[in-house]
C-alpha cells in the first residue's frame, strides 16, 4: 500500500514540458546545477517545484539524511552482508579511522608504482589487468576516458573467461615486459582466477622465469592472494567494506594510477570528495544527486518508465553506458527491501545507452517515436578531446543539444503520421566543462550517489548483490561435471561439448 508520500508523488500531473518552460522563465536556472565543473541541466525533465516538495517529504520519511549521515559515518548499512559501505572514506569523505586506513593503503599503493616507475620488478610496457565486474569497469573506464595521450604504458583489460579475450591481449603484449595485475575483491572469482592462471602460463611459456615476481593483486582478501602465490609485497588490500562495484577509488584504480599516474589518481579522488560535500551538504532543491533520483523515481514510478538511457556525446566516455549498468542495476534491481519485504512498487529501470553521434542513426527512432517512454540522459564535454578542426567537436555538441531539443518539442503532422512527433519526451543533461581526473571523478561519484538516494526512497539495500549467486553457483556445479539440470540444459550442455 502506498505511503501519503507516495500517494503525493502519484497524483502528480506535470503540464508538457514546453508549457513548463512557457510557465517559468527562470526554469533553466531552477533545474539546473552546477558542482566541479560539471553542468546539471534536468529543465527539459518534468520536474515541477511541487514535484521536488513532493519528494522532499518522501525523503523526510525514508530518512535519507539519516542515512545520508550514516553512509559517510561509516556505519552498518549494508545490514544483509553486516558491513558498512566505505567507498567514500577512499576519497576522505568519511568515518576519521577509515579515511586514515585508506590513505595508509593508498600510500602503499604510491610506494609500488613508485618502485614500478624505478624498474623494480624490470622494465614494464605492458599491463594486463585482469578482474570482472567492480575489479574491470571502473579501471577500464578511467584509463579509456583519460589515457588517450599516456604512452607509458600500455594498458589490457581482461575480464571475459572466453579465451579470445586474453588471445586478444597476448597477441598485443610481450610476456617479458608485461605486469600481471590480479584484480578481484573476494578472490574467489572463478572467471578471473582461471584468467590470470592462463595468463601466468604465457609469461613462463613466453621466457620470464619468475612470473609471480611480476604479478600485483588488488584485493580485500589478501590472504587468499597470498595462498594463491602473489609475493606479501605486492598485494595491494583495500577494505572489505568498499563494494566492488563503488572499488575504483580502492587499490582496484592500481592500473589506472599506474597508467595516468599518481597526481591524476589523487585529483580523481578529489573530484569525487567535492561531489561528496555537494551531497552532503546541498539543499535537495539545488542538490543534484538527489534532483536526479527525483526525476529518475518520477518516470519509473508516476509514468511507467522501464529503461533508461545514457549517450555519452563523447568518444573518451563511450564505456561509461557499461560501468553504470553495473553500479545502477546491480545495486537497485531488487524486489525485496532492506527490511526484508516485497518492495510492491518497480525498481531500478533498465540501464543502456551508447555513444553519440553513432547512436543517433541507430536507436533514437525509437527514442522519438516508439511507444514506451525513456527518459534520456546526455553526457558531453565542452572542451574537445581531439585536436581536428573545431567543427568535429561543434557538431558533435549541436547534435547532442538538438535531440534534446527534438525529444521534447517533436513535431504534429496530422496529415502524415508517420511522420509526426509526439514530442515531450525528457532528456537531462551533463555538461562537463573540460573532462580530466577531477571532473570523472564528480561524474563518477554523481552516480554513485544518484543511486543511493533512488535505494533510500525505495527502501533498497544498494550495497548487496545476492541476485548474481545462483546462476554463478549453478555455473560451478556444471564445470564441475554435476548435470542435475532441466532437459533443455542437459541438451544444450550434450550438444556443444559432449
Ligand atoms: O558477480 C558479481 C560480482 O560479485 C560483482 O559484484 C563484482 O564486482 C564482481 O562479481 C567481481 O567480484 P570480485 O572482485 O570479487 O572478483
Not at 171 to 177: G, K, Q, S, V, W
Not at 182 to 202: D, Q, V
Not at 247 to 253: A, P
Not at 465 to 481: C, I, S
Request: hydrophobic letters at 45%; charged letters at 20%.
Amino acid at each position: 500500500m502506498s505511503s501519503p508520500e507516495w500517494r503525493a508523488i502519484e497524483a502528480l500531473q506535470p503540464p508538457r514540458l514546453e508549457t513548463l518552460f512557457a510557465q517559468d522563465a527562470g526554469r533553466v536556472a531552477r533545474f539546473g546545477v552546477d558542482v566541479a565543473g560539471l553542468h546539471f541541466d534536468w529543465s527539459k525533465t518534468h520536474l515541477t517545484t511541487e514535484a521536488v516538495a513532493a519528494f522532499e517529504a518522501l525523503a523526510k520519511a525514508q530518512n535519507l539524511s539519516g542515512k545520508r549521515e550514516a553512509l559517510f559515518r561509516g556505519e552498518v548499512i549494508n545490514q544483509t552482508e553486516g558491513r558498512a559501505a566505505e567507498h567514500t572514506a577512499e576519497r576522505g569523505e568519511g568515518a576519521p579511522d577509515s579515511v586514515a586506513r585508506a590513505g595508509m593503503l593508498h600510500a602503499r599503493m604510491r610506494a609500488l608504482i613508485d618502485a614500478i616507475e624505478m624498474e623494480a620488478l624490470g622494465p614494464i610496457a605492458h599491463i594486463l589487468h585482469i578482474g570482472i565486474g567492480g575489479s574491470a569497469l571502473g579501471p577500464d573506464l578511467l584509463i579509456d576516458a583519460l589515457g588517450r595521450d599516456e604512452d607509458r604504458y600500455e594498458v589490457a583489460v581482461v575480464s571475459n573467461v572466453d579465451g579470445c579475450a586474453l588471445e586478444e591481449a597476448f597477441a598485443r603484449f610481450d610476456p617479458t615486459a608485461t605486469l600481471l595485475v590480479i584484480a578481484s575483491k573476494t578472490f574467489t572469482t572463478t572467471e578471473t582466477l582461471l584468467n590470470a592462471t592462463s595468463a601466468l602460463e604465457w609469461m613462463r611459456e613466453g621466457g620470464v622465469e619468475d612470473a609471480y615476481g611480476r604479478v600485483v593483486a588488488l584485493t580485500a582478501a589478501p590472504d587468499s592472494a597470498l595462498e594463491w602465490g602473489v609475493d606479501e609485497t605486492r598485494i595491494l588490500p583495500f577494505a572489505e567494506s568498499v563494494g566492488g562495484r563503488y572499488s575504483l577509488w580502492s587499490s582496484i584504480g592500481f592500473p589506472a594510477a599506474l597508467a595516468l599516474g599518481w597526481e591524476a589518481f589523487e585529483e580523481l579522488l578529489e573530484g569525487a570528495g567535492e561531489m561528496d560535500r555537494h551531497f552532503r551538504l546541498a539543499a535537495a532543491h539545488e542538490n543534484a544527486p538527489m534532483l536526479a533520483a527525483f526525476a529518475d523515481l518520477f518516470y519509473t514510478q508516476v509514468k511507467g518508465a522501464q529503461t533508461r538511457a545514457i549517450f555519452a556525446y563523447d568518444e573518451r566516455l563511450r564505456l561509461l553506458p557499461s560501468y553504470l549498468q553495473q553500479l545502477e542495476m546491480e545495486s537497485n534491481g531488487k524486489s525485496v527491501g532492506a527490511d526484508g519485504q516485497p518492495i510492491g512498487r518497480a525498481t531500478a529501470p533498465v540501464t543502456w545507452g551508447g555513444v553519440g553521434t553513432d547512436a543517433q542513426h541507430a536507436v533514437f527512432q525509437l527514442l522519438h517515436q516508439g511507444t514506451q517512454l525513456i527518459p534520456v540522459e546526455f553526457v558531453a564535454v565542452a572542451e574537445p578531446g581531439d585536436a581536428l578542426a573545431d567543427e568535429h567537436h561543434r557538431q558533435l555538441l549541436l547534435n547532442c543539444f538538438a535531440q534534446g531539443a527534438a525529444l521534447m518539442k517533436g513535431r504534429a503532422n496530422e496529415a502524415d503520421p508517420a511522420r509526426a512527433y509526439p514530442g515531450d519526451r525528457p532528456s537531462a543533461t551533463i555538461l562537463i566543462e573540460a573532462l580530466d581526473p577531477r571532473s570523472l571523478g564528480a561524474l563518477i561519484a554523481f552516480y554513485e550517489q544518484r543511486t543511493f538516494v533512488n535505494a533510500v526512497l525505495l527502501g533498497i539495500n544498494p550495497f548487496d548483490q545476492f541476485g548474481v549467486e545462483l546462476g554463478k553457483e549453478m555455473a560451478k556445479v556444471a564445470v564441475q561435471g554435476g548435470l542435475d539440470f532441466d532437459p533443455s540444459t542437459t541438451d544444450l550442455i550434450q550438444r556443444a561439448l559432449g
